[in-house]
C-alpha cells in the first residue's frame, strides 16, 4: 500500500535559516510525490511534485525537494526561511492508479521565529 | 494556477439538521472530485471520491446514507451531511484535478468548510 511518514511533528528554525521538513515514503510502483502547504483555517496550496526526471524539484514559494530513491525520501528545503513560511506541510503520495486520491503524511508544524 | 472553491466557508448547524456543502472547480472541468474531512492538528482522511455521472466510491466506514454526495456536472460536487450530530464537527475539504493532458496527478485543494453542530 502507498504511504509517506512525517518523522517530525514540529520543525523550529530561525529566520534566515536553511529549514528542511522530512518525509518517507513506501510505494508499490513508480512514485507520485507532493507537497502540500496549510495555513490556518485554509485549504491545501500546491507547493511541488516529483514524478519523473530530475531528483531535485523546484517549487513554489522558493521551496525545493529531494528525490532519494535509495533512502525512499522526498525532503522538502529552503535555503533562507521567512517568518510567513510558517505552517502546517503535509508529504502526499498518489494513489496506486492515475486520478486516484491522494495520501497524506501526518503533517509536520513548521515555526520559523524571528 | 487551478481554483476550486467550497460554499459555505463555515457553518452552525443544530443537531439533527442537514447541512450541505458545495465544491466547485472554477476554471476547469473534473471527472473526479474527492472529499477529505481534518480533524484540529491532525492529517487528511480521505471520505470518499465523487465521480460526475456516477454513485460516489467511499473509503471504508464512512457512511454514505450519512455523508450523501452529488456530483451533477464537471465542475460541481455537493457533500449533504445528514442528521447532524456533534462529533460531525469537523473540517471538510474538497480537491479535484483537471482534465488536461499533462496535469492529471496534481489535486487543488478548496479553502475548506468548517462545520459545527450544536
Known amino acids: 500500500a502507498q504511504s509517506v511518514a512525517q518523522p517530525e511533528d514540529q520543525v523550529n528554525v530561525a529566520e534566515g535559516n536553511p529549514l528542511t521538513v522530512k518525509c518517507t515514503y513506501s510505494?508499490?510502483?513508480?512514485?507520485?510525490l507532493f507537497w502540500y502547504v496549510q495555513y490556518p483555517n485554509r485549504g491545501l496550496q500546491f507547493l511541488l511534485k516529483?514524478?519523473?526526471?530530475?531528483?531535485l524539484v523546484k517549487g513554489s514559494y522558493g521551496f525545493e525537494a529531494e528525490f532519494n530513491k535509495s533512502q525512499t525520501s522526498f525532503h522538502l528545503k529552503k535555503p533562507s526561511a521567512l517568518v510567513s513560511d510558517s505552517a502546517l506541510y503535509f508529504c502526499?503520495?498518489?494513489?496506486?492508479?492515475?486520478?486516484?486520491?491522494?495520501?497524506f503524511g501526518k503533517g509536520t508544524t513548521l515555526s520559523v521565529s524571528s | 494556477g487551478a481554483v476550486v472553491s467550497q460554499h459555505p466557508s463555515r457553518v452552525i448547524c443544530k443537531s439533527g439538521t442537514s447541512v450541505k456543502i458545495e465544491c466547485r472547480s472554477l476554471?476547469?472541468?473534473?471527472?473526479?472530485m474527492f472529499w477529505y474531512r481534518q480533524f484540529p492538528k491532525q492529517s487528511l482522511m480521505l471520505m470518499a471520491t465523487?465521480?460526475?455521472?456516477?454513485?460516489?466510491?467511499?473509503e471504508q466506514g464512512v457512511e454514505k446514507d450519512k455523508f450523501l454526495i452529488n456530483h451533477a456536472s464537471l465542475t460541481l460536487s455537493t457533500l449533504t451531511v445528514t442528521s447532524a450530530h456533534p462529533e460531525d464537527s469537523s473540517f471538510y475539504i474538497c480537491?479535484?484535478?483537471?482534465?488536461?493532458?499533462?496535469?492529471?496527478?496534481?489535486?487543488?485543494f478548496g479553502p475548506g468548510t468548517r462545520l459545527t453542530v450544536l
Open positions: 480537491s479535484a484535478h483537471p482534465r488536461l493532458a499533462g496535469d492529471s496527478d496534481t489535486q487543488y
Open positions: 510505494v508499490s510502483g513508480n512514485p507520485y
Open positions: 516529483y514524478i519523473t526526471g530530475d531528483n
Open positions: 502526499a503520495v498518489r494513489g496506486l492508479r492515475a486520478g486516484t486520491a491522494l495520501i
Open positions: 476554471d476547469f472541468q473534473a471527472t473526479t
Open positions: 465523487s465521480n460526475e455521472g456516477s454513485k460516489a466510491t467511499y
